[in-house]
Structures are given as structure tokens and as C-alpha cells.
């Protein structure tokens, strides 16, 4: 059988994922009566990555064209998830970038470009959201063009094919159409085709003996944990022996259990695995990503895969406040150490660590929103924790301290130019450029220590109404900068533990913005609310209204209360400072102090 095995690569949101939707479509992967040919992003299957509308976990599918098997290999789009990326672009030989008619070419885009180049894949350029009102098709295709002049080591890499889309639509075109693409009866036979005539086949070395790298772990309740690679060379039957290796030396060797090849989205037995395509093998307990699955004959350990280092860190332990235990089934520092060293086998841009003075862990990401998924994903599975606020990793090369750096692009209206320029300056931040496009926006572009543009993101959408378009490119390490003043008010801390009250609050509420209501449980430590000033406040929440024999004409009044600022656990994330941490549970997200007792606090800021 023919195999042609492609990823999906682009910037977040620019159409990768509605793009494979219509491809499974089309092949008829799928019976008109199917639940998923009414589905979109079909392959966002996570909850996570459904509700915030990004993909967060590589996967892959297989739809069948002409009798010629292409295996998709879907990727995120987001840089925090680079590392998911990284580490499947080894089983492909082509790459189809996507980009996004209006936007142009963006950091992500650069950074899924490099690696695929990295990687010598074949690359089809797919300028996708043709029918958008403010698409520019004609200038995307100069600026990708630009980046490729960039990025390419040799002029090879210049001599791309080009496609234009639309992807909710599944229309594909080798030229820009003239018209109303509505109008237009077209489908996606010209991606399939230039698939065949430019992606090359994965078959070869068919007479050589077994070997495969292991990409992806998955665990299934019937035969346990499966390990996901392409066939980089001969053939693998069921029942045959097979050896696990790494460059140290062999590790073990097994029996293969179940074979499985991919088809749509569901797997199927096979008794064979052919050579180029991408398998799953079941029957080996001890597996990690980059292992190597070889025949007994011949161990030969493929190099290992090569992964960015994270860049960011926090503290997790288990959880130490008055109500700890209460709402968590996984609440020991035991349990969560087995989950954070159970998550590393399959996210491998991750890094975890056991705290030397304490029962704490040290898990070390790509970013805020890499470490948050991981926590998320945690209290969704019914742990409790508490996590510190989030750190930079700094590193030590010729005498200097290093700290990392990104690159920050804003696409904003241009009337919020003032906030931005306002935030970023205070952020210690350096402009590089800034363009108008003529159409009532502008697309900005700074260079920032990663430490001063943390909680950036959040406060920047706030300024600008959830207008501001915000994305990130890692530069790497440089020497580290000044570090901007403290721009976050004091906190409004509970005194004493208890229920909320209407008539504590109403006090509260006039010192500052609460982030509880009443009827909440509350214990002395616990931050309920943002300050108007720069220090913190000790306040009761939890005082009533004395009651009394005298009677006036305003006492039946309701009290007014303004509702609460409710924040995601990235917002928490964002706003904490060191004296404080973050108190997760499955029903619950709790700003608390570090030290619960005001005399306790008070010592500490004296020995400060």
C-alpha cells in the first residue's frame, strides 16, 4: 500500500483543525449518518481543548484518496504547546502550513516553520480564509514568502507549492477564484492531489529489519499502554519478538500483543504493519517517547528527540488551608507526585522535579498557559492543590545570568494604541515595529524579558475590550534586564474565618473589588478582594448586622451589592505575588496568603 504521511502546522486559530475536519469529511471516512459529519474540529476531542477552541494534544487520523493512504498528524497551534509539535514532525515527510489570508504569517507560524524545515519536510504553503472580508491572499503569500527567505538554510526550501482555501467550506483552489466563493462548487480534490504529486512516499527500506521510534503514548483499558510511531523500516507482524532500546543499550524485549493502524478517528486491528505507516503497539508496560522499537537481530537506537527546554516554573504541593480535603478525592503529596511523573511519559516539554526542603514539586513548562492546562486537567481528574505563582527560569553561561525573551505581536484597533503603548512601556519592553494597515488597525510588535510580560496578555485584553489579537515568539536567553516596579494594587485579606456576610461585604466593597459573594466559606488568610491602594487590608467579611429593638424607615432597605470579579485559573495564575498562592480543588479556585495569620505575616515583613 501507498503512504503519505503529513502534518498540519500553523498559528493558533489560523484553521488547521477545521481544515482536517474537512478532509475526514470529504474521503468518507465517515457514514452520512455519523454523529462527526455534523461536528466540527472533530479532532479536538479533549474537553479542554473544546472549550477554549485550540488544539493542545498532536494527533493523528488517516483518510484514504485514490487507494493512496495519508496519514494527518494534527498539531497545536499555540507556542505553549511547541513541544507537541517538536516531537511528531519525525513521522512525516510533508508539512502543509496554514495561514490565515487576513493575518498574514504570525510568531507561531515562523516557529512550526523552522521546525518543519528542521525536520527536511516537503512543504505546501495553504493560504486559508480566502473568503474573509478583509483577506489580502496576494501580500500573506509576499510575507510567508519573505519568512521562508529567512528560515531557509538552502534556496531548495524556496520551491513551495501554493493552495488557496476555504476551510469551514472545504474548498480548495490552485489559483485565487474570481467571484463569490459561495458561489463557487469546488471541494478539496486539489489539496489531495498535490498531496500525491509533491509529498513523498513513506515506503522504503521495505527488505531491512524492523525499527521504529516511539511519539506518542496512549492508554487503553483493555491491552494497557500503546506506543505510537511510524514504521521507519521493514515490516512487523503480530506475535513477533521485538526489542525495546535506547542509545544506552537494550532495555528489554517483548511479544507484540495487538497491532493497530489509524482510520478516521478510530483504530483498527491489523496483522501486519507496513513499512511508512504510522502503527500503535501494545504488550510493552515500560515505554517512553523517543525509545526505539527494534528487531532482536539488529537493536539500533534512533537518536533521541530534541525538545526545547520550559522556560517557566511553579511550585505544587498539597494543599495546607483550613478547608484542605474537603472537596478533593487525590489530595496527598504522594498522589500528586505520581500524576505529575505519570504526565511527563507523554508531555515531554515538561519537567518535574521534587522540591529538596519540602513535600513540594518544581514543574517546569513552555509557558503560563502549558503549566495552567496541566493544573486544569489535574482538578478536572478530582486532585487538590495549592501552586505558587508562576517563575522564570534563569540559566548561568560565561559568568552571566540569562533570563528568556519573546517577541510580542499585537494586532489592535488603533485606538487603543495609548493603552498598549502605556502597558508595554512600564513592562520594560522595546518596540520594533509598528504598522497601520489602512483598515482602522495596527499591528505592533515589542521584545520583552518573559518574567516583566507575564499577566500581560489578560490585562491587555481588558484595556482593549477583548479587541487586541496577542501572540508570542520565543527568542531565547538573554541577559537579564531590569525588572519592572509592581503594578498590582494590595489585596483585601479575610481577619477571621467564617460565612460571608451581605453586611461585611457591603464594608469590603467600598475599599475596593471583591472576588467572593455571600454565603461563601471563608478563612482568615484568604484573599476576597483587590485593594484601591498599594497595601494590603485586613478586613471582616464575615461581620453581620447587629440586630436591635428600634425601628426606622430605611432599615428593611436591600443592601446593594456589586457581583464579584470571577477569574479563570490563568487570571489567578496571573495575579499572584510571592506572599501568596493558589488554592485548587474541583469545585473551587482560592486566592490565599502564604501565611495564613496576620502576626505571622507581620514577622515576615520585619525580617524582610
Known amino acids: 500500500m501507498d503512504v503519505r504521511n503529513i502534518a498540519i502546522i500553523a498559528h493558533v486559530d489560523h484553521g488547521k483543525t477545521t481544515l482536517v475536519d474537512g478532509m475526514l469529511k470529504q474521503t468518507h471516512t465517515f457514514r452520512d449518518n455519523q454523529k462527526e459529519m455534523q461536528e466540527i474540529c472533530i479532532m479536538d476531542s479533549n474537553d479542554l ?6 488544539t493542545i494534544l498532536a494527533k493523528n487520523t488517516a483518510v484514504f484518496y485514490k487507494g493512496v493512504k495519508i496519514n494527518i498528524i494534527d498539531t497545536p497551534g499555540h507556542a505553549d504547546f511547541g513541544g507537541e509539535v517538536e516531537r511528531v514532525l519525525s513521522m512525516a515527510d510533508g508539512a502543509l502550513l496554514i495561514v490565515d489570508a487576513a493575518e498574514g504569517p504570525l510568531p507561531q507560524t515562523r516557529f512550526v ?12 504553503l495553504v493560504i486559508n ?7 489580502r491572499p496576494f501580500e500573506t503569500l509576499r510575507e510567508t514568502e519573505e519568512l521562508f527567505l529567512q528560515l531557509a538554510p538552502d534556496p531548495s526550501y524556496l520551491d513551495f507549492h501554493i493552495l488557496y482555501c476555504v476551510g469551514r467550506e472545504a474548498k480548495a483552489f490552485r489559483q485565487v477564484p474570481q467571484g463569490d466563493l459561495t458561489q463557487i462548487a469546488a ?3 486539489p489539496l489531495f492531489e498535490m498531496i500525491l504529486e509533491h509529498v513523498p512516499t513513506a515506503v522504503s527500506n521495505i527488505a531491512q529489519s524492523f525499527q521504529m521510534q516511539i511519539t506518542n503514548l496512549e492508554y487503553n483499558d483493555y491491552v494497557g499502554m500503546l506506543g505510537i510511531g511510524r514504521v521507519r523500516r521493514g515490516k512487523l507482524s503480530l506475535g513477533e519478538m521485538i526489542s525495546l532500546v535506547k542509545p544506552e543499550g537494550v532495555i528489554g524485549t517483548y511479544k507484540v500483543e495487538k497491532l493497530y493502524t489509524s482510520r478516521g478517528l478510530a483504530r483498527e486491528e491489523i496483522e501486519t504493519a507496513e513499512n511508512g505507516d504510522i502503527i500503535a503497539i501494545a504488550g510493552i508496560d515500560k515505554l517512553a517517547i523517543g525509545q526505539t522499537l527494534t528487531s532482536p537481530q539488529s537493536p539500533e537506537a534512533l537518536p533521541l528527540i530534541q525538545i526545547q527546554e520550559p522556560t517557566m516554573k511553579v511550585c505544587i504541593g498539597p494543599n495546607s488551608s483550613p478547608l484542605a480535603g474537603r472537596e478533593g478525592k487525590f489530595c496527598t503529596s504522594r498522589q500528586l507526585g505520581e500524576r505529575l511523573f505519570k504526565e511527563i511519559q507523554t508531555n515531554i516539554s515538561l519537567r518535574v522535579e521534587r522540591s529538596a526542603d519540602s513535600n513540594e514539586y518544581i514543574v517546569s513548562g513552555r509557558g503560563e498557559l502549558h503549566l495552567a492546562i496541566l493544573i486544569e486537567t489535574m482538578r478536572r481528574e478530582g486532585y487538590e492543590m495549592q501552586v505558587s505563582k508562576p517563575e522564570v527560569i534563569l540559566k548561568k553561561e560565561g559568568g552571566q545570568t540569562l533570563e528568556p525573551y519573546e517577541e510580542v505581536t ?5 485606538e487603543y494604541i495609548g493603552e498598549i503603548t502605556s502597558e508595554l512601556g512600564q513592562r520594560k519592553t522595546q518596540m520594533i515595529s509598528m504598522h497601520h494597515d489602512g483598515r482602522g488597525r495596527v499591528k505592533m510588535i515589542y521584545h520583552g524579558a518573559q518574567l516583566n510580560l507575564m499577566g500581560v496578555r489578560n490585562a491587555l485584553l481588558t484595556k482593549t475590550k477583548g479587541t487586541a489579537g496577542y501572540f508570542t515568539y520565543f527568542l531565547g536567553y538573554r541577559p537579564v534586564s531590569s525588572k519592572m516596579e509592581r503594578i498590582r494594587n494590595g489585596v483585601l485579606v479575610a481577619d477571621q474565618s467564617g460565612v460571608s456576610r451581605s453586611y461585611g461585604l457591603v464594608n469590603a466593597q467600598e475599599r475596593g473589588t471583591l ?8 478563612y482568615e488568610g484568604m484573599v476576597v478582594g483587590l485593594n484601591t491602594r ?6 471582616n467579611v464575615c461581620k453581620e448586622k447587629k440586630q436591635t429593638n428600634m425601628r426606622s424607615e430605611t432599615a428593611d432597605i436591600a443592601i446593594q451589592i456589586t457581583p464579584p470579579v470571577i477569574m479563570s485559573l490563568e487570571q489567578c495564575l496571573d495575579f ?7 488554592e485548587v480543588t474541583p469545585k473551587n479556585l482560592r486566592l490565599r496568603k502564604k501565611l495564613l495569620g496576620k502576626t505571622d505575616r507581620v514577622r515576615a515583613g520585619r525580617r524582610e
Open 49 to 54: 481543548e473544546r472549550e477554549k477552541g485550540i
Open 113 to 124: 516553520l523552522k521546525k518543519a524545515i528542521e525536520a527536511k519536510l516537503k512543504i505546501i
Open 129 to 135: 480564509k480566502i473568503d474573509k472580508k478583509d483577506a
Open 187 to 189: 471541494n478539496l480534490d
Open 410 to 414: 499585537l494586532d489592535v484597533p488603533e
Open 515 to 522: 472576588f467572593i459573594g455571600p454565603g461563601i466559606e471563608v
Open 534 to 539: 498599594d497595601f494590603d487590608m485586613e478586613i
Open 576 to 582: 499572584l505575588e510571592e506572599d501568596e498562592l493558589l
